[in-house]
């Protein structure tokens, strides 16, 4: 079993910055891969950005790249989502998600993610 909390959304002007917090426990947070994916009203769910358990590989969406940075602190159990130059249409509820089936790939379809945490709300103003 995995636990995530999410925290660090809220309402922003287009061009700001918010950073993620996805806090993890359960099962040994070191040994999975972990995701960031959003869902804005009338949307499917899609993905925004995934890391490695070691940290060393990433992944983005085409439309967040040089703009949001994912990282990792095994230590703390806990994945961030750094998220810059914030453009109205990354107005989304944000979820953290554990892949346990995953250590050194990362998977960009919702449905291969085990555990979600339940979402914190990112608005971007124009």
């Known amino acids: 079993q995995v636990q995530l909390v999410e925290s660090g959304g809220g309402l922003v002007q287009a061009g700001g910055s918010l950073r993620l917090s996805c806090a993890a426990s359960?099962?040994?947070?070191?040994?999975?891969?972990m995701g960031w994916f959003r869902q804005a009203p009338g949307k499917e769910r899609e993905f925004v950005s995934g890391?490695?358990?070691?940290?060393?590989?990433?992944y983005y969406l085409n439309s967040v790249k040089g703009r949001f940075t994912i990282s990792r602190d095994n230590a703390k159990n806990t994945v961030y989502l750094q998220m810059n130059g914030l453009k109205p249409e990354d107005t989304a509820v944000y979820y953290c998600?554990?892949?346990?089936?995953?250590?050194?790939?990362?998977?960009?379809?919702?449905?291969?993610?085990?555990?979600w945490g339940q979402g914190t709300q990112v608005t971007v103003s124009s």
């Open positions: 359960g099962r040994t947070f070191s040994m999975y891969a």
């Open positions: 998600a554990a892949d346990l089936g995953r250590t050194e790939s990362i998977a960009t379809r919702a449905e291969m993610y085990d555990y």
């Open positions: 890391i490695t358990w070691s940290g060393f590989n990433t």
